[in-house]
């Protein structure tokens, strides 16, 4: 949760999180995620996707009791969720207009975090090592793999630190309307 409190489905919280979008979501091929091991150390990890128009619709149509079993369970467990959901469904309903953007498949990352440690100037000088940098090119080589030449990331637009990130590994930035926020 300290990776992905940001994230319209995060906001239901952990609950939700490990039991929709890390188990079904998974299990149901509409994302992957990989893991960023440093010294056997969980560091960092990214979840994307080569379903970005519909697995969202997909997921929320196949399991819709159990969403709905989980958000009230959510809620029971961590009261606070509740003051979440507005913008939680606003985020995921907002995305629904896309299907006037293009088919799948299209590339998506998902999610990325990698943990404070590991992500501190100390760290990448004395190893060297840009975890964000070693997903974010994982997830280029699988997709590439799949003959899946474009692969975008949405970001808010006050995220400075992703943007300049993504900046530099080759990424242009467009506006996108679908996010409920400026992205």
């Known amino acids: 949760m300290e990776l992905l409190d940001w994230g319209p489905m995060a906001r239901l919280g952990k609950l939700f999180l490990k039991n929709f ?3 079904v979501l998974l299990k149901d091929n509409l ?5 960023y091991e440093v010294e056997g150390k969980p ?6 996707t080569d379903k970005s128009f519909s697995f969202h619709r997909f997921a929320i149509r196949n399991h819709i009791g159990y969403v709905i079993f989980l958000v009230i369970l959510s809620v029971i467990r961590y009261p606070s969720v509740v003051l979440r959901l507005p913008k939680a469904a606003y985020l995921m309903l907002s995305r629904r207009a896309e299907k006037d953007l293009g088919e799948d498949p299209q590339a998506e990352v998902l999610a990325i975090g990698v943990l404070p440690e590991y992500r501190n ?7 060297g090592l840009r975890i964000s940098q070693k997903l974010i090119e994982h997830v280029i080589s699988y997709f590439k793999g799949e003959g899946i030449a474009k692969m975008r990331l949405i ?5 400075r630190p992703a943007l300049m990130f993504y900046h530099s590994l ?5 506006p996108y309307e679908f996010a409920g926020v400026p992205s």
């Open 21 to 23: 979008c890390y188990t």
């Open 31 to 35: 994302m992957k995620a990989a893991l």
């Open 43 to 48: 560091a960092g990890f990214i979840a994307y």
């Open 121 to 127: 100037p100390f760290f990448i000088r004395s190893t």
């Open 155 to 159: 970001v808010d637009a006050d995220n």
């Open 170 to 174: 080759g990424g242009r930035f467009e």
